[in-house]
Antibody
């Protein structure tokens, strides 16, 4: 059973950088069969895809965030990370990490089948 | 990249069927059969219930089914049960290898 767990600060000051990590257990991030991604849920309940990456180097980002967001992976620690710069109150949300099938041989091709429990991040001074 | 359009609410009595729509464009729902649906109960992470338009992950009841016509995808929940009372979100693959979620629909089992 694949499990994902987000970690990071619950509060970030405006204009600073939000940095989150997602630890994966029960499976390896070092695989071409899956993307590893981030999704956030605003206080109003809207889900927003942020981006996803694969261990082969492929990365894709939400266009409206692409100038501020960066994803990275540490295969030795079996985890991946999100960095979002110059945050504002609009970035306040619950941040989820999740696994997404990348090939037709994956479970749940182009869908997020395993999710972390989510981490509330508030942007406030 | 605007959110896909879902009705804010839907409802039905136990045993009835309910269909939730998800409207997009020719650059997302209309262009690809990679629509997924998620169920979310309060305080929990979303749970995948439909992927690739019509496929169900292991363990998801066949009461849940998906379809598409043109730029609109739909989720049908048949034989409504009390535990189906939740939020439902659609998600579509889109041009330039991006993903777009719908705004979410609150399904109330009366």
């Amino acid at each position: 059973q694949v499990q994902l767990q987000e970690s990071g600060p619950g509060q970030v000051r405006p204009s600073e950088t939000l940095s989150l990590r997602c630890a994966v257990s029960g499976g390896s991030v070092n695989t071409d069969d899956y993307y590893w991604g981030w999704i956030r849920q605003t206080p109003g309940g809207v889900l927003e895809w942020i981006g996803n990456l694969c261990s082969n180097g492929n990365k894709f980002y939400r266009p409206s965030l692409s100038s501020r967001v960066s994803l990275s992976m540490d295969t030795s620690r079996n985890q991946f990370s999100l960095s979002l710069t110059s945050v504002t109150a609009a970035d306040t949300a619950v941040y989820f990490c999740a696994r997404r099938g990348r090939t037709i041989y994956s479970d749940a091709f182009v869908a997020f089948d395993y999710w972390g429990q989510g981490l509330l991040v508030t942007v406030s001074s | 990249q605007s959110a896909l359009t879902q009705p804010p609410s839907a409802s039905g009595s136990p045993g009835q069927s309910v269909t939730i729509s998800c409207s997009g464009t020719s650059s997302d729902v209309g262009a690809y059969d990679y629509v997924s649906w998620y169920q979310q109960h309060p305080g929990q992470a979303p749970k995948l219930i439909i992927y690739r338009l019509t496929m169900r992950p292991s363990g998801v009841p066949d009461r849940f089914s998906g379809s598409k016509s043109g730029n609109t995808a739909s989720l049908t929940v048949s034989g409504l049960q009390a535990e189906d009372d939740a939020y439902y979100y659609c998600c579509s693959f889109a041009d330039h290898n991006t993903l777009i979620f719908g705004g979410g629909t609150k399904l109330t089992v009366l």
